[in-house]
């Protein structure tokens, strides 16, 4: 099979809302008046950002959703998306469940893919993702990065930290029960981007953005943006990890995970664990019934879990107020 | 160096048209009213697009300019971009070269890098540009592949078989003088996008698309979108490779090329080369002075090379007009 039945085959599909797509030199995407569009780019490489035995239907959803969980941060609603594969060769089952899985997390959030490139090469996917953001009295309605204020409450939605826990459980570095695995597994595979409470948060958040290489990190570039300090409550933090409590997999007989790590361990995970794609965000105190009712409106939990302060740096802090140390850093490609 | 200092030191630059560029979740674009956006993706692998040792500088020119291209061949205004980079390791003194040749390019486009992605990884050069299409009385400006009608002009501009004939030099396969490979090596390592002759022949050509994987293949494509056939005067294709006119080199002492490579070797570069990045398009015959004038105020070479048949399917003939078996084929990846 060769380049161009590859594309047909397995990516190419009629054109929905934008102008033009798959096929020609450029895809073509009519903006609506009003409107901004908003783009990000993140590309995975295999052996770095996944296994290359990973679940390819997997692959193909998170690929995808990491993409999605930028847009969301931006509070913009997804239109379309290229995808660029390097591929080191035709393996048609691995395509196909590939982009079933692609395609599938695209079609719930209405994305289309409107072009891209095939290669061959070391197994690698770059996707960009193009969103809309309306603007209103001339005022773009995007959620940034800085605009956090000292006082504002400071968000984080869904869980922490199982992403890290299915890493490490993975590369055998910790060993947690089958079903624990299993589950923690599904975060770090098929993440879910919070594309719902980012359309939600639009006129409520001052500033938010996506978790992606660990909370620590993260707030680090928000606080930065915003020329604002921050402090976090670290055991609320840690008490995210959804595969800490076992009653929620069901398997109470087990016992409870406190047992299997320490506490530091724990809040590794939670802290600066990363693949998480929940959304890290501020809201002004007032609004905490506005942000209570984007949390049901998009069905997505939201945790306060600290607030921002004027002074610059990063406080952590028990769940009695205590000041811990604070020696959780964040993911680097290169360091 | 770490991966915020490397997009720090080497990509961030302040924003000029974009509402918001590097550093946040997305970037953020206002496009004018009335216009389309145009997007396109190409993705470049070290060891099958390009030699892991060429020159970053031009390397950086060259990752731009093939998606520069795509935005050409559909009469799109350059933008902006992403790049999304995949590293083996931090080397400053190459990512210094990568991103001068790179940001060079884009200056003289007035193109905007506002986002992307680095990572650890194979050596893999991913970019997504966005460019601007007008749309006049609700009909969108944009040259599409799928417009040539029987009778059109066929017409391709600059030189084709060049960056193939340096190719085939750098392998091995063939020997040249040093003159003549430098001259070659240019057009395959630092290919002229041209941007400046697409949006000229807006309203003018009835189909376009670029020429990368060989005109043979690329022709094909435009023929089948079409619904049409071509006669195509093959002799005045092979007329183009640049390195086959000595006295455009300044070394005629060193006698033609013609020596060196039989009339078929000749054919194939011209013909199925690949890596060439000039359009391809037809126009109606009564807009012959139109194309000529596009030529004109675009600075670039165009040259009339067969016409658009009713009958589907290539025909290749000879200066004569006498037929010429097709036995040219064009670039597939996975061939």
Redesign the interface.
């Known amino acids: 099979?060769?380049?161009?039945d590859?594309i047909a085959r397995y990516f190419k599909r009629p054109v929905r809302r934008a102008?033009?797509g798959v096929?020609?030199?450029?895809?073509?995407?009519?903006?609506r008046?009003g409107t901004?569009?908003?783009?990000?780019?993140?590309?995975l490489?295999?052996?770095?950002?996944f296994f290359a035995d990973t679940d390819p239907c997997r692959l193909g959803h998170k690929s995808l959703a990491v993409n999605l969980s930028?847009?969301a941060?931006?509070g913009?609603k997804p239109l379309?998306f290229?995808?660029?594969?390097?591929?080191p060769?035709?393996d048609e089952p691995w395509l196909a469940a590939f982009a079933h899985g692609l395609l599938a997390l695209a079609d719930v959030h209405g994305c289309e893919l409107?072009?891209?490139?095939?290669?061959?090469?070391?197994l690698?996917i770059?996707i960009?993702v193009?969103?809309e953001?309306p603007?209103v009295n001339g005022r773009?309605q995007?959620l940034?990065?800085?605009g956090a204020k000292p006082g504002d409450d400071l968000y984080v939605s869904g869980t922490l930290g199982d992403a890290r826990l299915a890493l490490d459980a993975l590369l055998g570095n910790l060993h947690v029960p089958d079903a624990v695995l299993a589950a923690a597994r599904l975060r770090l595979e098929q993440p879910t981007p919070r594309v719902a409470l980012g359309l939600a948060l639009r006129g409520v958040a001052s500033a938010?953005?996506?978790v992606s290489d660990g909370l620590i990190g993260d707030l680090g570039h928000l606080l930065e943006?915003s020329g604002v300090g921050a402090t976090v409550d670290a055991d609320a933090v840690t008490s995210l990890i959804a595969a800490n409590r076992s009653s929620t997999l069901g398997r109470p007989a087990e016992g409870p995970l406190d047992l299997l790590l320490t506490q530091d361990q724990w809040r590794t995970l939670a802290l600066s664990g990363g693949d998480d794609y929940e959304l890290l965000f501020t809201a002004p105190v007032p609004l905490r019934e506005a942000v209570a009712q984007a949390s049901r409106s998009s069905q997505t939990a939201v945790t306060r879990i600290g607030q921002i302060d004027a002074m610059p740096g990063l406080r952590l802090v028990d769940q009695r107020g205590q000041p811990l140390a604070n020696r959780y850093t964040s993911f680097?490609?290169?360091?």
Do not use: K
Not at 114 to 122: N, S
Not at 332 to 335: C, G, R, V
């Open positions: 099979m060769g380049e161009f590859l102008a033009l096929g020609d030199d450029c895809a073509l995407l009519l903006p008046p901004q569009i908003a783009i990000s780019t993140d590309m490489v295999a052996g770095r950002h930028d847009l941060a931006c913009a379309a290229t995808l660029a594969l390097s591929l060769g035709v409107i072009g891209g490139d095939t290669t061959a090469g070391p690698n770059c960009t193009l969103g953001v603007v773009s995007a940034l990065r800085s938010a953005l996506d943006s680097d490609h290169f360091a």
